[in-house]
């Protein structure tokens, strides 16, 4: 069996207050497949259920190494899930705001690129 990219999805998420990364990042995976239905599944590849997809993400989000990779995960509802974080996305100068609990001016932006494989003949 040779595994198969059967869709790649492109988002972005941001964090306006309280400066989570974990947010910005899970956001960006929302984004990036909230409008797909994935019939291929089943009627190209075969699958004969959801979670024998492999989805791939990989996102760059500034401080990386303070995602909660098994939040961000959370969000997609099937497939053999794996995280890959990097170094990136934005961080722009915003409004500290007290009752929105911010630590700082930070807004958070995260990119998140989301590939779905199938295990095919």
Not at 54 to 67: D, G, K, N, S
Not at 80 to 102: H, P, T
């Amino acid at each position: 069996m040779a595994r198969k990219r059967l869709i790649i999805e492109m988002g972005m998420g941001i964090d306006q207050h309280g400066q989570e990364p974990t947010v910005a990042a899970a956001r960006a995976v929302r984004n990036a497949i909230a409008h797909n239905a994935l019939p291929g599944v089943w009627e190209v590849a075969g699958l004969s259920h959801p979670n024998e997809m492999i989805v791939e993400v990989q996102i760059a989000v500034p401080y990386p190494e303070q995602v909660r990779s098994d939040q961000v995960l959370a969000v997609l509802p099937f497939g053999q899930k794996s995280l890959k974080l990097e170094s990136g996305g934005m961080v722009v100068q915003g409004r500290a705001i007290a009752e929105l609990e911010d630590k700082n001016d930070e807004m958070l932006i995260a990119v998140a690129a989301v590939t779905v494989f199938v295990e095919m003949d």
